[in-house]
Every structure is written in C-alpha cells, then in structure tokens.
C-alpha cells in the first residue's frame, strides 16, 4: 500500500472501522485513491447521494446530500465534470442546470420507479383533461416530464411547494404517497383520476390536489405492522419514515422527513435508538457518522437502482468519460425552469 492509499485507509477506518472489516476498509482505499487521481486529472466533481455505500460516501465523494441539496451544489460547481453517484433523473438535473458542463453516471442502469411511472404525454394529457391546473412534478421524474411541468419539488419542499402556487387546485405527480402525505400535511382534499373517473370538471370543486398512481418500490414495502413490531422488540425505538412510505406509515412513525431531514434529527434528537424507514445504506452512513448512537438496522431494503452505482464503476466512469447524460434543447430549457423556480422556493 503506497502513502496516498495508507492515508486513506486510516481516514476510511476512523469512520467506517466500526461497521465494515479491515480488508473491506483496505481495498476500497486503494480503490478511493485512483479514483482521487483521476477525478484531478478530469476536472472532475463527485456528487453523492445519501443512499450510496458507505466508503463511496465517506471517500471520494465531494458533495453529499438529499435531491435538493444536490441539485443546488449541482447548480454552483466550477468543474468541468460532475460524477453523479446517484440515480438517471438525478444526473439529468445536474445536465438541466448545467448544460455546457460533461455529466457522467457510472451506470446506465440506475433507474427509479417514479420515474419510470410517468411520461410527458400523461402530463400533457392530464393538461387536457384539468385546463388551467398547474403542474408539480417530484423531481424523481425524467427531463421530459419535468419539461412539462409548471414546478419541480422534491420531499424537502413539496408542501412548500405546493402552498406557493395560492391555487386551488394543484396537480402533483407522480409518487401516489408522497402526494397523500403533502395533502394531509397542507389540508388538501386529493383524487386519483386513474382511479376516481372525474366526468365533469365541475366536479373538482371539493378537490384541491390531483394525484398519479407512481409508487417507490422501495418505500412501499414498509407498512405499520413493521413499526408495531419493531416497537414491540424495541419498545424505546424512535422511528423515521421517508415521506414516499404510505401516509399510514409515516402517521405511525415519530418523524418523516428527506434523507438529508432524516440525518439532522438523529443529530439532533438524542435517543435510545432509531430504526429509519428507508433505503438501508443510508442507515449505514448514518451510523458511520454517530458512534455514540444506536440504531436498528436494516439490510435488505437497498434500492437495486441506488446499489448499480459501485466505486469501481465510478473509476470506470472518469477513466472511459462514460455514461454522458445529456438533455436535448428545448427540453432541457424548459425542464430548467421548473427545477429553478424550485430552487429559488426552496
Ligand atoms: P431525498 O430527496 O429525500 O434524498 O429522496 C430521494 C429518493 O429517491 C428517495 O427515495
Ligand atoms: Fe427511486 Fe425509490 Fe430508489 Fe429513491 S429509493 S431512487 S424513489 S426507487
């Protein structure tokens, strides 16, 4: 092992000794270290995202974060290349906003099930069948999707989102829960129209949010009988759920936030332990980052999209300029202004 790599392995250990084993720990630091002299040779920035595996997290990664906080990091990078070790639609929105810079994800295969839930004739359809409604899409949605959109949110902001429109009726797609969850959050009646036919608009009246049927296939498989159990071997368990759980989950949760909203209230909320209903790297990370704090882990629930992006592909990915996303004009622009009237909510 050369200086560079010994240097990393003791920077990897200090963090991550507690929960991955030495020759683990020894092997990815040889591994951070061609990644680090690459990333110099390309100009290159690494965007990460909270799900990534613990040593791509705590290693080569510049920036870390949850779908806000990368997409603004996204927006203010001076390199010339931006690594996103995260999923498509999250690299798309560093292409929106960055359209002269090279975006590479390390693998073509990263998908999402809400993003792949939606295409931007069912928006344009939707348009037609709710004239004059404005549109907010998650911003786990493709480029098309968001190029058809009046605002983009992401769960930090979605209520804030919504509320900022002063509309009497919103249409929000395309995760079906998280649309629940904002409704109950700002008081909002919502229909489902693939489920509740709406003849005559008329009709709307008493509704002020018009969902999609999208679902994370991660966060869906979460229910309350989970937290019932996990209270009955825990009984001092403080559990989160991400806001894309079913609305039952996160009312029987102790909090529901972001990724990023998550990590602040272990940080800030001392506790016997946590369990968080979430993709399990994440559980990962944060204990990597609070030794002094228990928490229930997870290890099944890994979101087979988030888990495509590994540190050796993440080499290949600077070595070989490879997976360039890009985003055709006029989409990109007007995709762009959706993030960015996001961006300038909050
Ligand atoms: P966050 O924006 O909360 O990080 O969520 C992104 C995501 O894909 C959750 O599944
Ligand atoms: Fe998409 Fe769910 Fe994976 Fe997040 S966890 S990237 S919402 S499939």
């Not at 994800?105 to 359809?125: F, V």
């Not at 190029?147 to 509309?167: G, P, Y």
């Not at 039952?248 to 369990?275: C, K, Q």
Request: aromatic residues 6%.
């Amino acid at each position: 092992m050369n200086a560079a790599a010994q240097a990393m392995y003791e920077q990897l250990r200090t963090k991550l000794g507690r929960v991955l084993p030495d020759f683990e720990l020894r092997r990815k630091a040889e591994l951070a270290v061609e990644i680090e002299e690459w990333k110099r040779r390309r100009n290159a920035v690494i965007l990460a995202h909270n799900y990534m595996e613990p040593a791509l997290f705590y290693s080569v990664s510049d920036f870390r974060g949850d779908s806000l906080d990368l997409s603004r990091k996204a927006a203010t990078t001076d390199r010339d290349v931006i690594v996103f070790c995260g999923v498509r639609f999250m690299a798309e929105t560093a292409k929106i906003l960055n359209p002269s810079k090279t975006v590479l994800i390390p693998s073509p295969r990263a998908g999402c099930s809400l993003a792949e839930s939606i295409t931007a004739e069912d928006i344009r359809q939707l348009r037609t069948r709710f004239p004059g409604i404005p549109v907010v899409s998650y911003i786990n949605t493709y480029a098309e999707v968001k190029a058809e959109s009046d605002l983009c949110c992401t769960s930090s902001n979605a209520a804030a989102v919504v509320e900022s429109l002063h509309a009497p009726t919103v249409i929000f797609v395309p995760d079906r829960y998280l649309a629940m969850n904002v409704a109950r959050e700002t008081g909002r009646h919502i229909i489902f129209p693939s489920r509740t036919p709406v003849q005559d608009p008329e009709n709307l009246l008493d509704v002020q949010m018009i969902g999609w049927d999208g679902r994370c296939e991660v966060h869906e498989r979460f229910t309350v009988e989970d937290i019932q159990n996990a209270r009955r071997q825990f009984p001092d368990v403080v559990v989160l759920a991400h806001p894309e759980c079913k609305p039952e989950v996160v009312a029987a949760a102790d909090f529901s936030g972001s990724t990023n909203a998550m990590i602040r209230y272990v940080a800030e909320h001392p506790a016997p332990r946590y369990l968080l209903l979430t993709e399990c790297a994440m559980g990962d990370n944060v204990a990597a980052a609070h030794p002094d704090r228990e928490l229930v882990r997870l290890c099944s629930i890994r979101c087979p999209h988030m888990n495509e992006i590994t540190m050796e592909d993440t080499l290949e990915a600077l070595r070989q300029m490879r997976y360039e996303v890009d985003v055709p004009e006029p989409i990109r622009s007007r995709a762009r202004r959706a993030v960015e009237r996001m961006l300038t909510i909050g």
